[in-house]
Each structure stands twice: as structure tokens, then as C-alpha cells.
């Protein structure tokens, strides 16, 4: 992914201004709903990535779109646009958001499961992500009829796979061993 490393300096440098002026959760609100915009909109997204498009109209789209946002928010897109980078302005919101949840303690678990969480089934995995991490987790579910039966956890980089396809694929491999 282009720009990635870019996006990561340029996150990391606006969630250290953004702690030191005790305004982190404030910018993250920013920086979540600018990534969710523009992830929703094709039309706002091809915009901000078509080169023939002057960075100063670009500035002024965005302004335009996140009128509430914060002043280091505005100054960021100030900086892009300098930069000639506002065309990573979405990844920046993401990897923000990142970082703020990793300074904050709280990580996203996700669980692959054959069919959609229930309410119930969400709490006991939330418990038992919470008793194995001691972190603050947010649970994604992602529905893949793949695995026929059981679920995947990911916590960070830790992977526990407790599908009805992974045992399969166990059993087969033992069989064609022996």
C-alpha cells in the first residue's frame, strides 16, 4: 500500500501533538470519521487520489466535508497539502486510530465465525479475550461459512483457530501420513 510509511509518521507525529495538548480522543473522533467518509464515498476518494486534481482544491473539499473538525485536524490537512500527500489522508486517519487504541490500551479481536455473533456468544468472548490479554478489546465478527462450524479468534498476533475446517484439514493431513 502506497504511502503506508508516510501514513504512520504523519499519524504518529499528530496523536503526540494532539496527547501533549490532552485533545487525543477529540482528534481520534476526527480522524475516525474522516476515514469512514471517505471509505464510504468512491467519489470523495477519487478525488483526494487523482493527481490532476490541485492539492489546493483538494484542501478545500475537505474543509468543506469535516467543517467541525479540530484545528489540528485542519493543520494536518494544511501539512498534506504542502506536502503534496493529501492523497494519504485516509490511511493517516486509520493508522491514528491505531496508534490511539494501542496508546489507550485497547485492542480489536477479531473472531471469524460460520455465522453472525450472538449477543450472548460475544460477551463470553469478550470475558475470555479480556482474562487472556488484560487489555480493553473491541470484538469484530466476520462471517465466512468457510469454516463450517467453531470460530477464529486474532488478538494482535495471536491466532486461535478453532474451526470445524482447521480439524479437518488436521485429520486429512494425519491420514496422508499414515
Known amino acids: 500500500m502506497a504511502g503506508t510509511r508516510a501514513a504512520i509518521r504523519y499519524a504518529k507525529a499528530v496523536l503526540s501533538l494532539a496527547t501533549e495538548k490532552q ?5 481520534n473522533a476526527d480522524m475516525v ?3 469512514k467518509t471517505i471509505e464510504d464515498n468512491a467519489e470523495l476518494k477519487a478525488m483526494l487520489e487523482n493527481a490532476v486534481v490541485k492539492s489546493e482544491t483538494k484542501k478545500e473539499v475537505l474543509l468543506q466535508v469535516f467543517p467541525s473538525s479540530n484545528n489540528i485536524t485542519k493543520e494536518l490537512f494544511n501539512i498534506l497539502v504542502s506536502n503534496k500527500r493529501v492523497d494519504i489522508i485516509q490511511n493517516v486517519a486509520k493508522k491514528y ?3 490511539f487504541d494501542i496508546q489507550n490500551g485497547k485492542e480489536m ?3 471469524t465465525t460460520a455465522v453472525p455473533m450472538t449477543e450472548d456468544l460475544e460477551k463470553k468472548v469478550l470475558a475470555k479475550i479480556k482474562e487472556l490479554t488484560n487489555k480493553a478489546v473491541e470484538v469484530k465478527n466476520i462471517v465466512d461459512e468457510t469454516i463450517l462450524g467453531g470460530f477464529i479468534l486474532r488478538v494482535g498476533d495471536m491466532q486461535y483457530n478453532a474451526s470445524i475446517a482447521n480439524k479437518l484439514n488436521k485429520l486429512k493431513r494425519e491420514f496422508t501420513l499414515n
Open 23 to 27: 485533545i487525543a480522543d477529540a482528534i
Open 33 to 35: 470519521l474522516i476515514s
Open 97 to 99: 486510530s491505531e496508534l
Open 109 to 111: 479481536a477479531t473472531v
